[in-house]
């Protein structure tokens, strides 16, 4: 199993920036494409952006310019930037293969509140 731990929420003004990390417990994450996923409370959890294992990315439209994925595969971590931070981006943020695998956990996730 691989296991995923991330961190660096917190509450943040809106307009403001956070980073995001997310560590992975297996050098096998570099073989995977990755993502960060949120969920706000009563709504699905979402994939916002993901990063193939060659490092190409995609974002979802509603942070498009705002958030960049990164990863450090020798590291097993991944990143999001996330810049002119929103009210509508409040939500516990996920990091898990872009595609479902059963022996990769979900973690905890790491809180995001935007708000003045």
């Known amino acids: 199993q691989v296991q995923f731990v991330e961190s660096g929420g917190g509450l943040v003004q809106p307009g403001g920036s956070l980073r995001l990390s997310c560590v992975a417990s297996?050098?096998?994450?570099?073989?995977?494409?990755m993502g960060w996923y949120r969920q706000a409370p009563g709504k699905q959890r979402e994939l916002v952006a993901f990063?193939?294992?060659?490092?190409?990315?995609n974002y979802a439209d509603s942070v498009k310019g705002r958030f960049t994925i990164s990863r450090d595969n020798a590291k097993n971590t991944m990143y999001l930037q996330m810049n002119s931070l929103k009210p509508e981006d409040t939500a516990v943020y996920y990091c898990?293969?872009?595609?479902?695998?059963?022996?990769?956990?979900w973690g905890q996730g790491t809180q995001v509140t935007v708000s003045s």
């Open positions: 990063i193939t294992s060659d490092s190409s990315t």
């Open positions: 898990n293969t872009k595609v479902a695998i059963p022996a990769f956990i």
């Open positions: 297996g050098s096998i994450f570099r073989f995977f494409d």
